[in-house]
């Protein structure tokens, strides 16, 4: 059987040429319950890794919040050596309850250094909100990430949401590049969405 080559594409506004096929890392994280902790080990998720650059996948996503941050220890450890080899994306949950504006800017700006840190990276080539932020305060999330990018922290942000309205009003606010979607035959209702992110 004839191999097939692997399909690069550039991601939303961001000018990352990323695979068409990424790898998913919140099972990397591992999942704890009444058995404790359960899932993939680290070894195999870091021959997954490998294994996905062999392959030509570049584009690895994660979350602070996959495993608690476990998810991109294992990712920091996988990429040692390579860092070029991937794009990186991960994602924060911001401050979604009653908070200030410096509160809300605050819990960005750590998350990031913590995801750094974890990943063993100088800077994320895509970071997303996991949720959408405490409206009275999303202007300065916005400029909390505007800011990031600035000091070469963060390449490019976006939010992970199948919410068109939250995603408008947060283009308001700033250079919002990517809209990650989540779509499948259990979630086709997101049509709609992926046409709003084709358009933006």
Not at 17 to 45: I, K
Not at 75 to 84: F, H
Not at 158 to 170: A, C, F
């Amino acid at each position: 059987m004839e191999e097939r080559q692997m399909e690069y594409r550039t991601l939303g506004k961001t000018g990352l040429r990323v695979s068409a096929v990424g790898v998913g890392c919140w099972q990397m994280g591992g999942v704890v319950d009444h058995r404790g902790w359960t899932g993939v080990t680290d070894e195999e998720s870091i021959a997954i890794i490998h294994r996905a650059r062999e392959l030509g996948v570049n584009l690895l996503d994660t979350a602070e919040a996959y495993g608690g941050g476990h998810s991109e220890e294992v990712i920091g450890r996988a990429i040692t050596g390579m860092r070029d080899d991937f794009v990186i994306s991960s994602k924060v949950r911001p401050l979604v309850d009653d908070c200030s504006d410096e509160e809300a800017k605050t819990r960005v700006r750590e998350a990031c250094e913590g995801s750094l840190q974890r990943l063993n990276t100088d800077f994320l080539d895509l970071y997303l909100l996991h949720a959408e932020p405490f409206e009275p305060t999303q202007s300065a999330v916005i400029a909390a990430f505007e800011e990031l990018r600035e000091q070469g922290k963060i390449k490019a942000f976006g939010i992970s949401t199948n919410d068109i309205e939250i995603s408008r009003t947060l283009m308001t606010y700033g250079d919002l590049s990517v809209l990650e979607v989540g779509y499948s035959l259990l979630e086709l209702e997101t049509t709609e969405t992926l046409a709003f992110a084709a358009e933006n």
